[in-house]
């Protein structure tokens, strides 16, 4: 592994040989078959990724990989009452039916309503019951992972983290995590496609697609923030590597597992290839990144104001 590389397993759970994810197998704007989701999930095993991530807002109320995570879809809130958190493990236990264990149960996103502590002490009472293996959280801040992590020790702290989001690297969450010694899971690595180099204009994102109302991609922030793809294209032609590849080869260098999302299998092999980034290479991203300042907000409303809590 690289410099400053994510341990390759959590809580004992190895992870592979990459340190891959898989994640989004079933996305709410991609409806996939099951037998095409099949191949996807067997080739990311033959690939060494085997550490997944679901959760029941991948994907419609019928056909969604198993909600690991305490959230409201009505309202899009999180809820991490007492009464809630163990409803919402009592329900993944029961959809598993012995199938599967829980290895890691994380909230989605910390409850603005309900302090850390009480979210966490409920799990942490769900890890004595053998109901979950160990808990993980989401979108937290230094601050509040050094509370949670002083309640229960945590196995994992999920983050977006991409050349499209490096807000993790300054505003303390990375550095916490890497002093508590607790792995760093990096979803959204490719920025919901945009590091694929996919999408030129803003009439390729797909009409259904949750882009279309993301900030970062709306039209008068759009070829602003193309020329950072553009520029990362230029290093990995000359690298003879794909975007995808450098993107997730720069999350891991960051020390975090990155994860992903694929729906098909050639995108799932491309992702796991595994590729390093010379030191030089590392500045030169870093060059394109003080260069090209990433315009839009990765949310916006009243989402945005859950991230980093």
Not at 17 to 43: F, Q, S
Not at 127 to 133: M, R, S
Request: charged share 20%; hydrophobic share 40%; glycine share 8%.
């Amino acid at each position: 592994m690289a410099q400053r590389a994510a341990p390759n397993s959590i809580a004992g759970k190895r992870i592979g040989p990459t340190g891959y994810g898989l994640m989004w197998l079933t996305r709410p704007w991609d409806i996939t078959e099951y037998a095409d989701a099949t191949k996807v999930m067997k080739t990311a095993l033959e690939q060494g990724a085997n550490f997944w991530n679901g959760g029941m807002f991948y994907g419609p109320p019928n056909a969604n990989s198993l909600q690991l995570g305490a959230y409201d879809r009505a309202t899009n809130t999180p809820t991490g009452s007492t009464e809630e958190v163990r409803s919402a493990v009592e329900e993944a236990v029961r959809v598993l039916d012995g199938a599967k264990k829980i290895d890691i149960f994380q909230c989605a996103r910390v409850d603005p309503k309900v302090p850390v502590e009480t979210t966490i002490k409920a799990l942490a009472e769900l890890v004595a019951a053998g109901k979950i293996g160990n808990i993980g959280v989401s979108e937290v801040s230094g601050a509040t992972l050094r509370r949670a992590h002083a309640v229960h020790p945590i196995a994992a702290v999920e983050i977006e983290l991409s050349l499209f989001s490096t807000e993790p690297l300054a505003n303390g969450i990375v550095h916490t995590c890497h002093e508590l010694g607790v792995p760093i899971v990096a979803y959204s690595p490719l920025s919901r496609g945009w590091l694929t180099g996919q999408y030129r204009r803003y009439e390729d994102l797909p009409e259904a697609g949750a882009m279309r109302f993301i900030p970062r991609f709306q039209p008068d922030v759009f070829d602003q923030n193309l020329k950072l793809v553009e520029a990362i294209e230029a290093l990995a032609k000359r690298k003879g590597t794909t975007v995808p590849q450098v993107a997730i080869a720069w999350v891991r260098r960051q020390g975090a597992i990155p994860i992903p999302g694929a729906t098909k299998v050639d995108r799932v092999v491309e992702n796991c290839a595994e590729v390093a980034l010379t030191e030089e290479e590392l500045r030169e991203i870093q060059e394109i990144l003080d260069t090209f300042p990433i315009q839009g907000q990765r949310y916006g409303g009243e989402h945005e104001a859950l991230l980093n809590q």
